[in-house]
């Protein structure tokens, strides 16, 4: 890989040079690398906020449609899936076409998309159009890494992520809060509409704002081929983790659909060999630091997202706080987020990212295990301090892993480097929840039974005992209407303490990947091509 590459800068048709790309700055505010970094910001804010915002939203938008729980399920997983499946194409579209106008046109699509979900009526509209959202998300997040690995020279390339990767981490814990404020005195509708004027602002800024920079030697076909193995590679993948809960780890349809991406990666990797122009140059995983970049992602994600998955089912109902409430008790993780992801970015930019990287992990390995330590009795106080010390962990992370991957890729593969990060981060997301999911019912299915016997409660049929066993992953006491008062105090302290052991053995596990990622980031370093960008801009 060379890390020597030209880029130009063009206007905002994309035809004529709007500046020399010998490096002299770009009058006003269009190219600015700053105000590049304020524009996608708030694009990528709209796209990290849905992915837990909405959650907050399900139980209103179930009682208001009509919707079963499977249907609502699909609220969140076809949005999810939606992104993972198009974040690498949608990437490269941003490398072949342009990063400016790539991220336009995911900020209108997603702005309209939401607008017409809060119009909704029925739950397959619903449904329908968090596809789209999706689609248009997943233009928005490599376009706005591209942009920026464009704008900032390399020595400022750091910072710009850590500002970044703070929009995206305090978006991310902050849905939560935001949603219960919006569903609780205003209505579920509200939750999409605020991402109408958003992304206005965001359209006027990006129109106004981003320089549209191009490497000279970007791509010019289009690997279809490669586009449609990638894709249902994906999806199978995704689609098997998303059900593997609902169908079994050991049922035929779940190794079918794991076997069915693992057939289709081995194509696709077959044909990226072949083509003239690939979709992923097979050669940017030669890179070793690129490489252990995207399984950090991976490993984060699962540490990060498959442990947190269970923590808002402990608040609200072990703890029986409010969604408010419960996303207050979250902010020590969002304010460590956003103090810790520029302090990262300067740390990593005067060190390198090899220690930050491995410390951070090394911090959220602690607290993962600090978090399997809490009890149904435990103190905000005492919740508080293993929050803050998972943000403190994470925040490094999150702009280093980004840097590695999108640094050490050379420029005109840019957006697809950050269509790998982001892929990287929802396909462990996924894992987490869905194999910390598998570690939590298998704990549940083993303990309740003795523990229920244990507390002298009445015999369960084995149907009750399946529909208690749900119940108490998500830590609901399966209290039947006209239960006495003392049974029902015991059945919830039976629940309550079966799931705490569930969410301890998880969050064990969670901590064990954790420190597998302390290993990898030791093979990180500085991006080799971070210096190819930012041939035009004011500094």
Avoid: C
């Amino acid at each position: 890989m060379t890390s020597q590459t030209t880029i130009s800068a063009t206007g905002p048709g994309g035809d004529a040079p709007a500046d020399p790309s010998d490096g002299r700055p770009a009058k006003g505010l269009r190219g600015h690398p700053w105000f590049t970094l304020i524009t996608v910001a708030v694009g990528v804010m709209m796209v990290a906020l849905d992915g837990t915002i909405v959650a907050i939203a399900n139980p209103a938008i179930a009682s208001d449609l009509g919707a079963t729980f499977a249907q609502v399920q699909w609220i969140t997983n076809a949005y999810f899936l939606a992104l993972a499946v198009s974040l690498i194409t949608a990437g490269k579209l941003g490398d072949r076409f342009g990063h400016r106008q790539t991220f336009l046109i995911g900020v209108v699509g997603f702005a309209a998309a939401s607008g017409a979900i809060g119009l909704s009526d029925s739950i397959a509209f619903v449904v329908t159009f968090r596809v789209f959202q999706g689609l248009f998300g997943a233009l928005l997040m490599p376009a706005a890494l591209g942009l920026l690995r464009a704008t900032f020279p390399a020595e400022r390339l750091n910072m710009a992520i850590g500002l970044w990767g703070m929009v995206i981490g305090a978006s991310t814990a902050g849905g939560p809060i935001l949603g219960g404020v919006l569903v609780e005195h205003v209505n579920w509708q509200s939750v999409f509409f605020i991402n109408v004027p958003v992304g206005a602002i965001a359209l006027v800024l990006g129109a106004l704002i981003l320089l549209d920079h191009r490497a000279e030697n970007a791509p010019r076909s289009f690997d279809l081929l490669g586009i449609a193995l990638l894709s249902g590679a994906m999806f199978s993948l995704v689609w098997a983790l998303i059900k593997a809960p609902t169908w079994g780890w050991g049922a035929g349809t779940t190794w079918a659909f794991i076997v069915a991406s693992v057939v289709l990666f081995a194509a696709f990797a077959f044909w990226e060999t072949k083509v003239e122009e690939p979709l992923i140059p097979l050669g940017l995983f030669r890179s070793v630091p690129l490489s252990a970049g995207v399984v950090l992602m991976v490993l984060m994600a699962i540490a990060f997202m498959g442990g947190l998955f269970f923590v808002t089912f402990y608040l609200q109902n072990v703890h029986g706080m409010s969604p408010i409430d419960a996303g207050l008790h979250l902010l020590p993780l969002t304010g460590m987020m956003i103090v810790g992801s520029p302090l990262a970015g300067a740390a990593i930019t005067k060190l390198g990212p090899r220690v930050p990287l491995a410390g951070g992990m090394a911090a959220t390995a602690i607290a993962m295990y600090g978090m399997s330590t809490l009890e149904t009795d435990t103190g905000s106080g005492v919740m508080s301090v293993w929050f803050a010390l998972l943000g403190f962990g994470l925040a490094p992370v999150m702009v280093g892993a980004t840097e590695v991957i999108v640094g050490n890729a050379p420029m005109e593969l840019s957006g697809v480097a950050g269509g790998l990060q982001q892929a990287a981060m929802q396909i462990g997301g996924s894992l987490g929840t869905a194999v910390l999911g598998a570690v939590m019912a298998s704990k549940v299915d083993s303990d309740l039974p003795g523990n229920w016997t244990a507390a002298g409660l009445p015999a369960l049929t084995p149907g009750q005992l399946d529909q208690a066993s749900e119940a108490v992953q998500v830590g609901v006491a399966p209290v039947a209407k006209g239960t006495p008062e003392a049974v029902a105090a015991k059945i919830a302290d039976v629940a309550h303490d079966t799931f705490i052991s569930g969410m301890s053995l998880a969050s064990l596990v969670a901590a064990g990947v954790a420190v597998v990622a302390v290993f990898v980031s030791l093979l990180t370093k500085r991006g080799a091509n971070a210096e190819a960008g930012a041939g035009v801009g004011h500094i």
